[in-house]
């Protein structure tokens, strides 16, 4: 028996052809490596609390800031993008 639940729900097109891609891959642990990696990034986004403490004494809640973690997560994530369009 599957852990999987069907429930209607709207999606956009951008959202389907994501949903659609990690549905055909098949299953094996590169599979899983990157749905562990897109649910820490997505949990990032939706909740980019920095650590550093601001000079406020608060976390910072934006990640658009011009922090070193800010930095160093859309640094990856640029040299990932720069690395598949090479491939395409």
């Known amino acids: 028996m599957s852990n999987e639940t069907a429930f209607p729900v709207a999606l956009t097109p951008t959202e389907w052809h994501l949903v659609r891609s990690l549905r055909e891959l098949p299953e094996s642990t590169l599979k899983a490596r990157l749905r ?7 949990e990032f986004v939706a909740e980019p609390r920095c650590m550093q403490v601001q000079a406020d004494g ?5 990640a658009s800031a011009d922090c070193e973690s800010c930095q160093r997560v859309t640094g990856v994530l640029a040299e990932i993008a720069r690395r598949l369009s ?3």
């Open 86 to 88: 090479v491939r395409n």
């Open 36 to 42: 562990e990696i897109v649910d820490h990034l997505c």
């Open 58 to 62: 608060v976390p910072c809640a934006s």
